[in-house]
């Protein structure tokens, strides 16, 4: 049973607008959470997390919203970049980082 | 059912030594990959392989050795472990779809990581 799922296996969005990545945890134990992105050909970079003790973390164009209730965060990548097109990656764990658990990647397409 | 797994979680060991890491998967997958992750959470690449072509990132130590023993495995055998060996380590596979520079660039389905301590 996949404890980490992201339900859209790709996304489009034309650039200038925002990208909204979804990704919903079935465990109750998670209390930290990441987003990576991957290019192709290269392993994923880390980009954003955010602590269950949190609902919101912000990085520049990048925001990741938690919501402990329903277990569920989005990733908010306004405005989006043709640069941004890759594939990302949600990640959960107990215990800050020590078990990590993905999700199975969106690929995001931001079109010019 | 796990996807895929990795064994051991945990793995402390005296520098020197040779160690194994053990990932299997029963998606079906034909691809499998080997990560590092540093200090910094990046995920790095050091392996991918299918049953027609591994490629290796050249900044891999030659002491690092996947070793297939059929579809479903991907072993990861470190030789002479130093202590800058010391990381998580993630087995991931997939279905590999033929792109340019021989990684898959879809769905990838991790394992949870082993985290090796080289004392």
């Known amino acids: 049973d996949q404890q980490v799922k992201q339900n859209s296996p790709s996304l489009s969005v034309q650039e200038g607008r925002i990208s909204i990545l979804n990704c919903d945890y079935t465990?109750?134990?998670?209390?930290?959470f990441l987003w990576y992105k991957k290019y192709p050909a290269e392993g994923p970079t880390f980009l954003i997390s955010?602590?269950?003790?949190?609902d919101k973390n912000e990085d520049g164009r990048f925001t990741v919203f938690l919501n402990k209730s329903a277990k569920h965060l989005s990733l908010h990548i306004v405005p989006s970049q043709p640069g941004d097109s890759a594939v990302y990656f949600c990640a959960a764990s107990d215990g800050y980082g020590q078990n990590f658990v993905f999700g199975p990647g969106t690929r995001l397409s931001v079109l010019p | 059912d796990t996807a895929v797994s990795q064994t051991p979680k945990y793995l402390v060991t005296q520098m020197g030594n040779d160690k194994s890491i053990k990932c299997e998967q029963n998606?079906?997958?034909?691809?499998m990959y080997w990560y590092k992750q540093d200090s910094k959470k990046f995920l790095k690449i050091m392996f991918s392989y299918n049953n027609k072509e591994l490629i290796i990132n050249e900044t891999v130590p030659n002491r690092f050795s996947p070793k297939s023993p059929d579809k479903a495995h991907l072993n990861l055998h470190i030789n002479s472990l130093e202590l800058g060996d010391s990381a998580v380590y993630f087995c991931?596979?997939?279905?590999?779809?033929?792109?340019?520079?021989?990684?898959?660039?879809?769905?990838?389905?991790f394992g949870p990581g082993t985290r090796l301590t080289v004392l």
């Open positions: 998606l079906g997958h034909d691809t």
């Open positions: 955010i602590s269950s003790i949190k």
């Open positions: 991931a596979s997939s279905q590999y779809t033929g792109t340019s520079g021989g990684a898959s660039t879809d769905t990838q389905y």
């Open positions: 465990n109750s134990m998670f209390d930290y």
